[in-house]
């Protein structure tokens, strides 16, 4: 079974600009989340997507937007890119929501503002 | 404000002995807690976890100690190995489901 996957894999951007993220959760998963990780703060939870419908969201600003699409795939979004947005972007998948802690990883977006 | 923390960003162990990786959690209804490891340009995988009912969990060179009066739990690697060199996250779900990292503790595992 493929794993959780994630595209781009690196990126750069320039301040202001704004980025989109993908991530393809393992086949029959329908939550997916979205984390970042920054060498000061570890992994903070951005949000989590389940059946098309954001059921979570962590203390991100609204710069900070997700969607799910009926296929489970998901896409964030971040817009109007500040220097402190470079991160690991991390997204997981799970079988349901709730629940199921035991989450599978994909391998992360590098996110570079410049 | 921190509800997990990792209180040791590295550590170094030398191959063959035990290495102990340790978590404080200040949230008294988590009930449950799960292990991470992450090697570079990888995202984390699951390693191991705990429920509250239970104060042990072993599965092979790896277990899982919680000491809920102190708030404390710790990972236990017995005998260490150089894969293991990596990065551990600690993580608890919060009453509304969302997983709480800590900031992690990069082993390094010594020859």
């Known amino acids: 079974k493929a794993g959780v996957t994630q595209t781009p894999r690196y990126l750069i951007k320039t301040r202001g600009q704004q980025v989109t993220l993908s991530c393809s959760p393992i086949?029959?998963?329908?939550?997916v989340s979205w984390y970042q990780q920054t060498p000061g703060q570890g992994l903070q939870f951005l949000f989590e997507?389940?059946?098309?419908?954001?059921?979570n969201k962590g203390n991100f600003p609204g710069r900070f937007s997700g969607r799910q699409f009926s296929n489970s795939r998901s896409e964030m979004n971040v817009s109007t890119l500040e220097l402190g947005d470079s991160a690991l972007y991390l997204c997981?998948?799970?079988?349901?929501?709730?629940?199921?802690?035991?989450?599978?990883f994909g391998p992360g977006t590098r996110l570079t503002v410049t | 404000d921190q509800q997990v923390k990792q209180n040791s960003p590295s550590l170094s162990v030398q191959e063959g002995r035990i290495s102990i990786l340790n978590c404080d959690y200040t949230?008294?209804?988590?009930?449950?807690f799960l292990w991470y490891k992450k090697y570079p340009a990888e995202g984390p995988t699951f390693l191991i976890s705990?429920?509250?009912?239970?104060d042990k969990n072993e599965d092979g060179r790896f277990t899982v100690f919680l000491n809920k009066s102190a708030k404390h739990l710790s990972l236990h690697i017995v005998p260490s190995q150089p894969g293991d060199s990596a990065v551990y996250f600690c993580?608890?779900?919060?009453?509304?489901?969302?997983?709480?990292f800590g900031k992690g503790t990069r082993l390094h595992i010594l020859p």
């Open positions: 997981a998948s799970s079988l349901t929501s709730g629940q199921s802690y035991e989450q599978y």
């Open positions: 086949s029959g998963h329908r939550s």
């Open positions: 997507y389940f059946s098309e419908t954001q059921r």
């Open positions: 949230n008294s209804m988590f009930d449950y």
């Open positions: 705990i429920s509250s009912i239970k």
């Open positions: 993580a608890a779900p919060s009453a509304d489901d969302k997983i709480i």
